[in-house]
């Protein structure tokens, strides 16, 4: 499975982001996607994840209420919808693929390159 992000970009804060995570492959379906990001001088941390069927989803607390992940398997793509931004939201922000909704970048074997987002204050 090959994936990439795409959808950063340069917002206030409060304001919004979609970013969406496209798949190659016909076995996208089998996976479950997890979103990641990473800043400067910081250990990539986890963001949110979704289960092959969206029926499972998780997010970390610093991003609960704020974002939404979901998966649209007919097209391949997962996105990350980012609500009230923050400047700490700020980093780069990669979707990775795996078994299961991991918390651990271990967790995951394909991953995507990364696509910046920058939250101004």
């Known amino acids: 499975v090959q994936l990439q992000a795409f959808g950063g970009g340069l917002v206030q804060a409060g304001g919004a982001l979609r970013l969406s995570c496209a798949a190659s492959?016909?076995?996208?379906?089998?996976?479950?996607v997890g979103w990641f990001r990473q800043a400067p001088g910081v250990e990539r941390e986890f963001v949110a994840a979704?289960?092959?069927?969206?029926?499972?989803?998780s997010y970390d607390d610093s991003v609960k209420g704020r974002f939404t992940i979901s998966r649209d398997n007919a097209k391949n793509t997962v996105y990350l919808q980012m609500n009230s931004l923050k400047p700490e939201d700020t980093a780069v922000y990669y979707c990775?693929?795996?078994?299961?909704?991991?918390?651990?970048?271990?967790?995951?074997?394909?991953w995507g390159q990364g696509t910046e987002v920058t939250v101004s204050s």
């Open positions: 492959g016909s076995t996208f379906g089998d996976y479950a």
């Open positions: 990775a693929a795996g078994w299961s909704t991991s918390r651990a970048p271990r967790g995951y074997l394909y």
């Open positions: 979704i289960s092959r069927s969206s029926r499972i989803t």
